[in-house]
Antibody, heavy 120, light 109 residues
Framework: QVQLQQWGAGLLKPSETLSLTCAVH????????WTWIRQPLGKGLEWIGE???????TYNPSLQSRVTISLDTSRNQFSLKVNSVAAADTAVYYC??????????????WGKGTTVTVSS | SSDLTQDPAVSVALGQTVRITCQGD??????ATWYQQKPGQAPLLVIC???YRPSGIPDRFSGSTSGNTASLTITGTQAEDEADYYC????????????FGGGTRLTVL
């Protein structure tokens, strides 16, 4: 059974870089996309972006200029970096495994979430 | 369009049937996926594809699609079904982005 374990710094100052990592346990990267999603407190889910097992990335246009998602297949991990954070980036961040096979699209395995707070 | 529209809140009496809907153009190309989220927890996949329930999801949960509208139906709603429900699909504008509906808070009376 695939599990995702995520970690990273939980408290940042404005203008710093958010850095989170998600480790994949019990499965491989092949055949899936690996996705980051965030959720501000009390609000809905926001899709941040994804990386295919081939390394191809796609980002939410609203965040594209600040976001990088990368893959480390040797460690079975993928990561998220968000540059120049501000208070609006305060949220719970989730990693997820995504299957895309038209007309199917679903995130079937999720990490537990990491709370990131941006405050001076 | 990349938008998925959900009603913000729905209520249902214990044991009754409730339908939660999600509307958007992307649903003409991709099936909607439905997630249940309880306070303090990560979202949980409950329905994907035409009407597929992952292992462990009760059969009172079902999904359907008609045109650009997807529905999640809970038959015989239980108290533990009270949660936020999000639909999710893939933007078909050419950018291949993921998109979520705004979520529906289900209250079981």
């Amino acid at each position: 059974q695939v599990q995702l374990q995520q970690w990273g710094a939980g408290l940042l100052k404005p203008s710093e870089t958010l850095s989170l990592t998600c480790a994949v346990h019990g499965g491989s990267f092949s055949g899936f996309y690996w996705t980051w999603i965030r959720q501000p407190l009390g609000k809905g889910l926001e899709w941040i972006g994804e990386i295919h097992h081939s390394g191809i990335t796609t980002y939410n246009p609203s965040l594209q200029s600040r976001v990088t998602i990368s893959l480390d297949t040797s460690r079975n991990q993928f990561s998220l970096k968000v540059n120049s954070v501000a208070a609006a980036d305060t949220a719970v961040y989730y990693c997820a495994r995504t299957k895309v096979l038209l007309p199917y699209y679903y995130m079937d395995v999720w990490g537990k979430g990491t709370t990131v707070t941006v405050s001076s | 369009s990349s938008d998925l529209t959900q009603d913000p809140a729905v209520s249902v009496a214990l044991g009754q049937t409730v339908r939660i809907t999600c509307q958007g153009d992307s649903l003409r190309n991709y099936y909607a996926t439905w997630y249940q989220q309880k306070p303090g927890q990560a979202p949980l996949l409950v329905i994907c594809g035409k009407n597929y329930r992952p292992s462990g999801i009760p059969d009172r949960f079902s999904g359907s699609t008609s045109g650009n509208t997807a529905s999640l139906t809970i038959t015989g709603t239980q108290a533990e079904d009270e949660a936020d429900y999000y639909c999710n699909s893939r933007d078909t504008s050419g950018n291949q982005l993921g998109v979520f509906g705004g979520g529906t808070r289900l209250t079981v009376l």
